[in-house]
């Protein structure tokens, strides 16, 4: 093992057409397992707005994959990385990560100024890295987990740039969406959801989200159905029950892939699964006020596997 001092690096208004400050605080280990981790601060709307960048290898190499995790209201800095299980499972693809922090401890879920406000801070974001030479522009990911998921599915919803795929955990599209959401082009999908969500309903209703405000969404069919039109599907969907691993977790999951389509559109159904990630947590199968945790797959795998053949 050897030592490494803090790398600081300042991109200038000429490189990143705006201030953004971005410290790496390497860690003393082997260079196969060596992590960078930092904040990125960048102004947005007249405002400073920060993200974590979490990266695998160095900034001075060619454009990468970036992973962009919009989470929920709970879990913050190390702790929200480690419970989502991302970083191992990207080591070795080089991909960026990037957790965008908002504002006001969670993702504004319905329309007006402030949905307007995040909007517009994930799209800077991109133009900064891409500007940057730091992403790929073609291989731009989007994860969102419960609210989270709400506001990924607003931004692929608004027809603004293009996401390589999209990633949707424990989130469903806000109603006032599901009528004027037209995604432009095809855009390769994945949810995760429990049918048994007491958060946030799987088949539609009033969701009564952690910061207090009750959102009227569309159902999880809906919103996968809203983009498998988008992506020309057709022909119904086909459905693959996954191996009981823990068959003490009272749920089962499944593979509900739509037929036909130009790009992948699927729905990972977690039959009596609750408002939590599957195989995340160490309290699989064991009943809380969020439900029941599948312990038969890995979300953060779900999403990686789903991610590597569209680039990631």
Same mark, same amino acid.
């Given at each position: 093992m050897h030592s490494r001092k803090f790398a600081f690096l300042m991109l200038t208004a000429g490189s990143l057409a705006g201030a953004c400050w971005l410290s790496l605080a390497i860690t003393g280990m082997p260079s196969a397992a060596l992590a960078a981790a930092g904040r990125v601060t960048i102004m947005s709307g007249g405002i400073p707005r920060t993200a974590i960048l979490v990266e695998h290898r160095r900034l001075k190499q060619a454009r990468r994959p970036v992973v962009i995790i919009l989470r929920g209201g709970r879990p913050k800095g190390a702790r929200l990385r480690?419970?989502?299980? $991302?970083?191992?499972?990207?080591?070795?693809?080089?991909?960026?990560?990037?957790? @965008? *922090?908002? &504002?006001?401890?969670?993702?504004?879920?319905a329309p007006g100024p402030e949905a307007n406000r995040d909007s517009a801070f994930i799209h800077d974001l991109i133009a900064k890295f891409a500007a940057g030479e730091i992403a790929?522009?073609?291989?731009? $990911?989007? +994860?969102?987990?419960?609210?989270?998921? /709400? /506001?990924? !599915?607003?931004?692929?919803?608004?027809?603004?740039?293009?996401?390589?795929?999209?990633?949707? !955990?424990?989130?469903?599209?806000?109603?006032?969406?599901?009528?004027?959401?037209?995604?432009?082009?095809?855009? @390769?999908? /994945?949810?995760?959801?429990?049918?048994?969500?007491?958060?946030?309903? $799987?088949?539609?209703?009033? =969701?009564n989200l952690p910061h207090g405000k009750v959102v009227e969404l569309a159902s999880v069919e809906t919103t996968l159905g809203i983009f498998g039109k988008a992506a020309g599907c057709s022909g119904?969907?086909?459905?693959? &029950?996954?191996?009981?691993?823990?068959?003490?977790?009272?749920?089962?999951?499944? *593979?509900?892939?739509?037929?036909?389509? =130009?790009?992948? +559109?699927?729905?990972?159904?977690?039959?009596?699964?609750?408002?939590? &990630?599957?195989? !995340?947590?160490?309290? =699989?199968?064991?009943?809380?006020?969020?439900?029941?945790?599948?312990?038969? +797959?890995?979300?953060?795998?779900?999403?990686?596997?789903? $991610?590597?053949? *569209?680039?990631?």
């Open positions: 480690r419970s989502y299980g $991302f970083e191992e499972l990207t080591r070795s693809s080089g991909a960026v990560l990037v957790y @965008p *922090l908002p &504002l006001s401890g969670h993702w504004e879920d790929d522009p073609k291989k731009i $990911f989007l +994860v969102g987990i419960t609210t989270g998921g /709400m /506001m990924a !599915l607003r931004l692929a919803c608004e027809q603004k740039g293009g996401f390589a795929g999209l990633a949707v !955990l424990g989130a469903s599209l806000p109603s006032d969406l599901a009528d004027s959401c037209k995604p432009s082009r095809p855009l @390769p999908l /994945m949810i995760i959801a429990g049918t048994a969500d007491p958060v946030v309903p $799987f088949h539609g209703g009033q =969701a119904g969907m086909t459905t693959t &029950l996954f191996p009981d691993k823990d068959t003490k977790d009272g749920t089962r999951a499944y *593979l509900d892939k739509l037929n036909n389509c =130009a790009v992948p +559109v699927e729905l990972v159904r977690i039959e009596g699964g609750g408002h939590v &990630l599957p195989g !995340l947590s160490s309290e =699989a199968g064991q009943g809380s006020e969020q439900g029941l945790t599948n312990g038969d +797959v890995n979300s953060a795998k779900l999403v990686w596997d789903f $991610f590597r053949p *569209l680039g990631g």
